[in-house]
């Protein structure tokens, strides 16, 4: 390699927080997108069904739950400038109350499940649950994930750490507010 | 070679390319029995000839993969194996439990036996004192490994070996599950193969193929391991859960069909970063390495790789396909070309690039070599598209028009002649890559005026011999 190419930061250089962490960013908003057009392509073979299904979530809730969850991230956010402010104390309060955000979203989701799981409602009742129960299931596991993380980088409180923390979060975030109208407004 | 115990890699090439050769001849035998279904009934039972093809194969290739880390693993972390005398003891068992798995194949001596018995399995057939003699000599090869690199330097190299090495002697501890409920059965099977060689084997030849990279084309160590570590990221986050696309028909509930369709879709970006690696890293390459035969396979590893893994993965593994062409020649076709272009040639590559070191010599046999690369590879490549092809009207016969197994597999003759023959190129490709190998010990071609050129006044060409 040139001394030229060693000396400029490539454009991968300048992402905020780790490599990695961008990878899997991009990896799992692949998936998600699969799983959505996936979705999406078999709702055209049964729309009817598909809208009775719909009918069993709770909207309301999941209303509730992005304003939980967008919230949560605006309070990621903060601490990311938190942390390049290099204010740790404010830093720690930020990650704790979004960490706090998260655990409400997923006491709102788990009422839903407990609803329809009640309503006997199960994966194979029809497509529609397998579809939203992978879908939301798979996403309340990364909350729980981001949770962890979050927790996880606040210990060092390095801007680089809560950067990457964030991203995840913010990731999880957006991929929530695709899964919303799609699987339960549409 | 800078260290003495590498010496131990040269015992593990040659007992992995020795399995090589019955490998494919036992392969050459069934692509026969596919011509003529009578063939051998008596002596060699076609499931038994299977399980002989597909078990060398999976032993010779983990040869290999050992005897790659106890080449590797010395320069990588500076220092020597820990003990020599440890793993000359894990190869001798695993030749005894290579040669008890076919005697007991060939003769079943023990059955109903609870240690020395065959199980009634498929695949994971293997006597329960062979499975018990794997596990031992992978904990004596992964305590021999781990204590050296625990000693030397750690580098991004011997830490996705080790990762992929760990992972996939634990995953073999499955092999011990064996329920009588046969979905069950294949359930765990798949947690030992799929999470093979679409999880771990893939962390193994990142790391071996990083290693080649780094000593044939000279780039920056930082530059090669940045794409290392992408590479299992990827490889980790597509094969794990993908291992989903072998859970659609067996038994398993109903949403293994989206996570299995989805995932093991990406699966294909990780072989498609390992070739983008190998391409990206010889065009910035500031080395011109006189061993090209290594280059050569590292390249058709990465390029073969791609296409048999990814490509051909991906044509079957959607589950609306799937349910069509599930267990046809498709799938034959994607096996061979897959496990030949990732970890056959991974194994031929680093054998071919360690063979002049080990033996003391330059690697004066190139052409031999390169020319066994495209032998085998055309033959390879051929029988993929025969059985493809097979695969295609037998899908559309058996599974469309709804005719019985028997009469399809007759109007299939022709192509079954036809992978015959590309089975007779790979098993010359073969022995030619051994002669090639360890015979040969002068230059083949002398340099025409262009080289020649190039050789006076280039100070830092090297030619290829």
């Given at each position: 390699?040139?001394?030229q190419?060693t000396?400029?930061?490539?454009?991968?250089d300048?992402?905020?927080?780790?490599l990695?962490?961008?990878?899997?960013?991009?990896?799992?908003?692949?998936?998600?997108?699969?799983?959505?057009?996936?979705?999406?392509?078999?709702r055209?073979?049964?729309?009817?069904?598909?809208?009775?299904?719909?009918?069993?979530?709770?909207?309301a809730?999941?209303g509730?739950?992005t304003i939980v969850?967008?919230?949560?991230g605006?309070?990621?956010?903060?601490?990311?400038?938190?942390?390049?402010?290099?204010?740790?104390?404010?830093?720690?309060?930020l990650?704790?109350?979004?960490?706090?955000?998260?655990?409400v979203?997923?006491?709102?989701k788990?009422?839903?499940y407990?609803?329809l799981?009640h309503?006997?409602?199960?994966?194979?009742?029809?497509?529609f649950?397998?579809?939203?129960?992978?879908?939301?299931?798979?996403?309340a596991a990364h909350?729980?994930?981001g949770m962890?993380?979050?927790?996880?980088v606040?210990?060092?409180?390095s801007?680089?750490?809560?950067e990457?923390?964030?991203?995840?979060?913010?990731?999880?975030?957006l991929?929530?507010?695709?899964?919303?109208?799609v699987?339960?407004?549409? | 070679?800078?260290?003495?115990s590498?010496?131990?890699?040269?015992?593990?090439?040659l007992?992995?390319m020795?399995?090589f050769?019955?490998?494919?001849?036992?392969?050459?035998?069934?692509?026969?029995?596919?011509?003529?279904?009578?063939?051998?009934?008596?002596?060699?039972?076609?499931?038994?000839?299977?399980?002989l093809?597909?078990?060398?194969?999976?032993?010779?290739?983990?040869?290999?993969?050992?005897?790659?880390?106890?080449?590797?693993?010395?320069?990588e972390?500076?220092?020597?194996?820990?003990?020599?005398?440890?793993?000359?003891?894990?190869l001798a068992i695993?030749?005894?439990g290579?040669?008890?798995?076919?005697?007991?194949?060939?003769?079943n001596?023990?059955?109903g036996?609870f240690l020395?018995?065959?199980e009634?399995?498929?695949?994971?057939?293997?006597?329960?004192?062979?499975?018990?003699?794997?596990?031992v000599?992978?904990?004596?090869f992964?305590y021999?490994v781990?204590?050296t690199v625990?000693?030397?330097?750690?580098?991004?190299?011997?830490?996705?070996l080790?990762?992929?090495?760990?992972?996939l002697?634990?995953?073999f501890?499955?092999?011990?599950?064996?329920?009588?409920?046969?979905?069950?059965?294949?359930?765990?099977?798949?947690?030992?193969?799929?999470?093979w060689?679409?999880?771990?084997?893939?962390?193994?030849?990142?790391?071996?193929?990083?290693?080649l990279m780094?000593?044939?084309?000279?780039?920056?160590r930082?530059?090669?391991?940045?794409?290392?570590?992408?590479?299992?990221?990827?490889?980790?986050?597509?094969?794990?859960?993908?291992?989903?696309?072998?859970?659609y028909?067996?038994?398993?509930?109903g949403?293994?069909?989206?996570?299995?369709?989805i995932?093991s879709?990406?699966?294909?970006?990780?072989?498609?970063?390992?070739?983008?690696?190998?391409?990206?890293?010889v065009?910035?390459?500031?080395r011109?390495h006189?061993?090209?035969?290594?280059?050569?396979?590292?390249?058709?590893?990465?390029?073969l790789?791609?296409?048999?893994?990814g490509?051909?993965?991906?044509?079957?593994?959607?589950?609306?396909?799937?349910?069509?062409?599930?267990?046809?020649q498709?799938?034959?076709?994607?096996?061979?070309?897959?496990?030949?272009?990732a970890?056959?040639?991974?194994?031929?590559?680093?054998?071919s690039?360690?063979?002049?070191?080990?033996?003391?010599?330059?690697p004066?046999?190139?052409?031999?070599?390169?020319?066994?690369?495209w032998l085998?590879?055309?033959?390879?490549?051929?029988m993929?598209f025969?059985?493809t092809?097979?695969g295609?009207?037998?899908?559309?016969?058996?599974?469309?028009?709804g005719e019985?197994f028997?009469d399809?597999q007759?109007?299939?003759?022709?192509?079954?002649?036809?992978?015959?023959?590309?089975?007779?190129?790979?098993?010359?490709?073969?022995?030619?890559?051994?002669?090639?190998?360890?015979?040969?010990?002068?230059?083949?071609v002398?340099?025409?005026?262009?080289?020649?050129?190039?050789?006076?006044?280039?100070?830092?060409?090297v030619?290829?011999?």
């Amino acid at each position: 390699m040139t001394d030229q190419a060693t000396d400029r930061p490539s454009a991968l250089d300048q992402l905020p927080g780790e490599l990695m962490m961008w990878v899997l960013i991009v990896s799992e908003l692949l998936v998600f997108g699969a799983g959505l057009a996936a979705f999406l392509a078999v709702r055209i073979t049964d729309p009817a069904g598909f809208a009775e299904a719909q009918g069993h979530l709770h909207r309301a809730g999941a209303g509730v739950n992005t304003i939980v969850l967008v919230t949560s991230g605006w309070l990621a956010a903060l601490a990311v400038q938190a942390a390049e402010a290099g204010r740790p104390g404010r830093l720690r309060a930020l990650v704790a109350g979004a960490i706090a955000l998260g655990a409400v979203f997923l006491v709102l989701k788990g009422a839903e499940y407990a609803d329809l799981a009640h309503a006997g409602i199960t994966f194979e009742t029809h497509a529609f649950f397998t579809f939203s129960y992978l879908l939301t299931g798979f996403h309340a596991a990364h909350v729980m994930a981001g949770m962890i993380l979050l927790a996880v980088v606040a210990v060092p409180a390095s801007p680089r750490a809560v950067e990457t923390g964030a991203a995840f979060w913010h990731m999880v975030d957006l991929v929530w507010v695709l899964l919303f109208p799609v699987v339960y407004l549409l | 070679m800078k260290y003495q115990s590498q010496k131990i890699a040269l015992a593990y090439f040659l007992v992995a390319m020795a399995l090589f050769a019955v490998q494919v001849t036992m392969g050459l035998v069934l692509g026969w029995i596919y011509v003529d279904g009578n063939f051998l009934t008596e002596v060699l039972p076609f499931n038994v000839a299977r399980m002989l093809h597909t078990n060398s194969l999976i032993v010779w290739l983990l040869l290999g993969f050992f005897g790659a880390a106890y080449y590797l693993i010395p320069e990588e972390t500076e220092r020597e194996i820990h003990s020599s005398k440890l793993a000359y003891l894990q190869l001798a068992i695993f030749v005894l439990g290579t040669a008890g798995v076919v005697v007991t194949y060939f003769f079943n001596l023990f059955e109903g036996n609870f240690l020395l018995g065959r199980e009634g399995r498929e695949f994971l057939e293997q006597p329960r004192w062979v499975k018990a003699g794997i596990v031992v000599a992978a904990l004596i090869f992964l305590y021999n490994v781990s204590m050296t690199v625990l000693a030397g330097k750690k580098t991004a190299i011997t830490n996705i070996l080790l990762l992929g090495l760990w992972g996939l002697a634990l995953l073999f501890l499955f092999a011990f599950v064996n329920p009588s409920n046969l979905a069950l059965d294949k359930m765990y099977w798949w947690y030992v193969v799929h999470l093979w060689v679409e999880g771990t084997w893939e962390l193994v030849m990142a790391s071996i193929l990083a290693f080649l990279m780094l000593k044939l084309t000279g780039v920056d160590r930082e530059v090669v391991e940045k794409w290392l570590y992408v590479i299992a990221a990827l490889a980790l986050f597509s094969g794990i859960l993908g291992t989903g696309h072998h859970y659609y028909w067996i038994g398993t509930p109903g949403y293994w069909q989206w996570i299995g369709s989805i995932f093991s879709s990406l699966e294909v970006v990780p072989f498609f970063a390992m070739m983008s690696f190998a391409f990206v890293m010889v065009w910035k390459g500031r080395r011109d390495h006189p061993n090209k035969a290594a280059l050569l396979w590292s390249l058709g590893c990465a390029t073969l790789a791609f296409f048999g893994a990814g490509v051909w993965g991906f044509l079957h593994t959607l589950h609306g396909v799937n349910y069509y062409s599930h267990g046809t020649q498709i799938t034959a076709a994607h096996g061979h070309l897959a496990f030949y272009g990732a970890y056959v040639c991974l194994n031929l590559a680093i054998i071919s690039y360690a063979m002049p070191h080990l033996k003391g010599r330059d690697p004066y046999n190139q052409v031999l070599n390169m020319a066994s690369f495209w032998l085998m590879s055309g033959g390879v490549v051929f029988m993929t598209f025969t059985l493809t092809f097979a695969g295609t009207v037998q899908t559309h016969l058996q599974r469309v028009n709804g005719e019985a197994f028997m009469d399809v597999q007759d109007q299939l003759w022709v192509f079954y002649a036809m992978r015959f023959g590309s089975g007779v190129a790979v098993v010359l490709g073969a022995l030619l890559f051994i002669y090639a190998i360890l015979v040969p010990r002068r230059e083949v071609v002398t340099p025409g005026p262009l080289e020649k050129g190039r050789l006076d006044h280039d100070a830092d060409h090297v030619a290829a011999e």
